[in-house]
């Protein structure tokens, strides 16, 4: 058995280490003795998204939203069906914004996938910061984040509430989406890395989807959790 992940356009949404994210989720299923693939999708060829156990969307400037665009939308009906199909999606800052209805940049808008009711506009300044966040679900999370766009989530479940940063607008204290088997936030770093609760979190949704146990062996997890208190200590505890 292979949990198989697709990392949609590698070369062009892969900003500030994103790929590390799927770094680690291979390396935390490598050490449970869960064997992983990862095909890189390019957008020319056609996907059989139910084959996949993980979508991955990085990070992308402008530019190359722009570029993935019409591939993006190529696929749009088979990816929202793998979504409400339960499908398990993880998307950082550009990849985020893909979802939505759209990204409106100054001089065009870039249509989104339309998987999630938020809408993305671009905004005077860049918003970056470290960013450090209090999940109901997942307790605190920590990450960065360097966006120019601002993004509405209208009803849709927060990742979580911003205690330091801006989040998706710098407005209305709330980061991300989380919805149905999608996680989705502006939060690069890598974010995984160093909130391996949200790691292990995708991991189990890859297996459950599969009809497969859960129950991840714990890891030892002293590394990852010295670099997520480095950032709440300096940040939020000042230390
Ligand atoms: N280009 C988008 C923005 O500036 C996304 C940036 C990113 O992925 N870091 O808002």
């Known amino acids: 058995m292979k949990l198989k992940i697709a990392h949609l356009y590698p070369d062009l949404l892969n900003l500030y280490g994103d790929i590390g994210n799927i770094t680690t989720i291979r390396k935390r299923c490598e050490w449970r003795g869960i064997q992983t693939q990862v095909d890189s999708i390019y957008g020319n060829e056609k996907i059989n ?7 991955f ?3 992308g400037s402008d530019r190359e ?7 993006l ?7 929202s069906a793998y979504v ?10 550009g990849g985020y914004q893909l979802l939505g209805s759209y990204y409106k940049l100054e001089k065009e808008t870039i249509p989104g996938l339309e998987i999630l009711n938020i809408q993305t506009e671009v905004g005077e300044t860049r918003l970056i910061s470290n960013v ?18 601002r993004t509405y989530i209208n ?3 927060p990742l979580g509430k911003v205690i330091y940063g801006n989040g998706n607008n710098g407005k209305d204290g709330f980061e ?7 996680i989705a936030t502006y939060l690069h770093g890598a974010l995984l890395p160093k909130n391996p609760v949200l790691s292990d979190y995708i991991i189990k949704m890859m297996l459950e989807q599969r009809g497969l146990p859960s129950d991840l062996k714990p890891l030892d997890d002293t590394i990852e959790e010295n670099a997520h208190k480095y950032v709440v200590d300096r940040f939020v505890n000042k230390n």
């Open 73 to 79: 939308i190529a696929m749009k009906k088979e990816i």
């Open 176 to 182: 991300g989406v989380l919805y149905k088997n999608v």
């Open 65 to 71: 939203q722009l570029l993935v665009r019409d591939k």
């Open 57 to 59: 969307l990085g990070g």
């Open 84 to 93: 409400e199909d339960g499908g398990v999606l993880a998307a950082v800052c």
């Open 132 to 149: 450090v966040l209090e999940s109901e679900k997942f307790g605190t999370i920590v990450g960065f984040e360097n966006h120019g766009g």
């Open 49 to 55: 998204f139910t084959d996949y156990d993980l979508v």
């Open 155 to 157: 009803d849709h479940t």
